[in-house]
């Protein structure tokens, strides 16, 4: 069984902190997403990747960057952490050969920026 | 721009009652269609999709969902619900041209009473 993990269920930061969220698979799948989920929006696309070091932009990068230096590690970083990014963050995979949706979701992070 | 309506918020039947949740979603060209399902205190799992071929899509747990692409929807049903099926329901779509972005609806919150 597919297994996405997020370092944190939940989290606690200040303004101005720089903040990483780390996720990691176990399945060997290429593409890897983060998202943000807030009541009454859905899940927002912040960021995803289909290969090491390759990263493509989503609907809400604004005030995020990634990281995937390793295909089992997609690391989310907010650079200078504001009041606006507190939400509940989830991290998704997936292989080609599922057809490239988001199938395998973490648990999710509850981050709050203080 | 893409865009995903789920306009029932939230969705209270009885045990056995009839379940149609709505979905509608503004593209015109080809799309994939999704519904995830959110249990309270899960993640986030796929519940069915469609790529192409038959527009009535049969998913896991008795869930079925069809294309009806001049009406640009893709409604979730089930004949018959049960009180495990408290939980949240996403529609999803993505345009054929646009990779993995996939674009969510805000989501309708279904509460079982038994």
């Known amino acids: 069984d597919v297994k996405v993990t997020q370092s944190s269920r939940y989290l606690v930061k200040r303004t101005g902190e720089k903040v990483f969220l780390e996720c990691v698979q176990d399945m060997d799948h290429e593409n890897m997403f983060w998202y943000r989920q807030d009541p009454g929006l859905g899940l927002r696309l912040i960021y995803f990747?289909?290969?090491?070091?390759?990263?493509e932009k989503g609907d809400i990068p604004e005030g995020y960057s990634v990281s995937r230096e390793k295909k089992e590690r997609f690391s989310l970083i907010l650079e200078s952490a504001s009041t606006n990014q507190t939400s509940m963050y989830l991290c998704?995979?997936?292989?080609?050969?599922?057809?490239?949706?988001?199938?395998?979701f973490g648990d999710g992070t509850r981050l709050s920026i203080l | 721009a893409q865009s995903v309506s789920q306009h029932n918020h939230h969705v209270i039947l009885s045990e056995a009652a009839s379940l149609e949740l709505g979905c509608n979603y503004s593209y015109g060209g080809t799309v994939n269609l999704f519904w995830y399902v959110q249990y309270p205190g899960q993640h986030l799992q796929l519940l069915l999709k469609?790529?192409?071929?038959?527009?009535l899509v049969k998913g896991i747990k008795g869930f079925e969902a069809e294309f009806i692409k001049s009406k640009f929807s893709f409604n979730l049903r089930k004949p018959s619900v049960q009180w495990s099926d408290t939980a949240e329901y996403f529609c999803?779509?993505?345009?054929?041209?646009?990779?993995?972005?996939?674009?969510f609806g805000s989501g309708t919150r279904l509460s079982i009473r038994p």
């Open positions: 990747s289909y290969d090491v070091k390759m990263k």
């Open positions: 999803a779509v993505r345009s054929y041209s646009s990779a993995s972005k996939i674009i």
């Open positions: 469609y790529f192409s071929g038959d527009p």
């Open positions: 998704a995979s997936s292989s080609p050969g599922e057809g490239n949706q988001p199938q395998h």
